[in-house]
């Protein structure tokens, strides 16, 4: 029954490494986000998804790159991991684009060393 | 470009009320959230005001003023559960969506 999953919820990897975050939701929602949240607990938009098309797409390095393969999911790939990535990395759903609402899901502890 | 502001933290009494204030300067306006985060899980929604006024939602209101950029999340009847993060973000136009830009956040801590 869980609206937005995530997977894994914690990954620990060394710099140079590449990872992927992989996200679904359930909820038969058009919309779907990547968020950041730094160790300050600053909460900051990377990447946004309308039906499979990249819609928002902030100054993230070229590193991270999202997919799509269908609406109800969105992936997460890092490429050469660096210790500035470290963070909580949070999908989250909406209706549509223009919706109030965002459903996010439990995160992803990410650790760089 | 965005600019929202929050208290970094408030403590607060059980039982009594507490006023969560916000400020923004942004390129546009399409709404204001708030959003509610216990430490170590995912922001859950509080509420939205897209127009001027008092939102209430059982022990909680949120008010916008858009004029003065300000907006307030009003807890009453505070409880233990009800320390955690409150973040306010606000909804700006962008392309063909809306991307929403949240502030640092206020953790209020409720003590008994």
């Known amino acids: 029954d869980t609206a937005v999953s995530q997977t894994p919820k914690y990954l620990v990897t060394q710099m140079g490494n590449d990872k992927s975050i992989k996200c679904e939701q359930n909820?038969?929602?058009?919309?779907m986000y990547w968020y950041k949240q730094d160790s300050k607990k600053f909460l900051k938009i990377m990447f946004s998804?309308?039906?499979?098309?990249?819609?928002i797409n902030e100054t993230v390095p070229n590193r991270f790159s999202p997919k799509s393969p269908d609406k109800a999911h969105l992936n997460l790939h890092i490429n050469s991991l660096e210790l500035g990535d470290s963070a909580v990395y949070f999908c989250?759903?909406?209706?549509?684009?223009?919706?109030?609402?965002?459903?996010f899901g439990p995160g992803t502890r990410l650790t760089v060393t | 470009g965005q600019n929202i502001d929050q208290p970094t933290e408030m403590t607060a009494t059980e039982g009594a009320i507490v006023q969560i204030n916000c400020t923004y300067q942004?390129?546009?306006?399409?709404?204001l959230f708030w959003y509610q985060q216990h430490a170590g899980e995912a922001p859950t929604f509080l509420s939205y005001?897209?127009?001027?006024g008092l939102e209430e939602k059982g022990r909680f209101s949120s008010f916008l003023s858009r004029s003065k950029g300000y907006s307030y999340l009003l807890l009453k009847e505070l409880q233990m559960k009800d320390s955690a993060s409150y973040l306010c973000?606000?909804?700006?136009?962008?392309?063909?969506?809306?991307?929403?830009?949240f502030g640092d956040g206020t953790t209020l801590t409720v003590k008994p």
């Open positions: 989250a759903s909406s209706l549509t684009s223009e919706d109030s609402e965002q459903y």
């Open positions: 909820l038969g929602h058009d919309t």
């Open positions: 998804y309308n039906n499979k098309e990249l819609i």
């Open positions: 942004t390129s546009g306006f399409n709404g």
């Open positions: 005001n897209v127009l001027d």
């Open positions: 973000a606000v909804k700006s136009p962008y392309t063909n969506a809306g991307k929403s830009t």
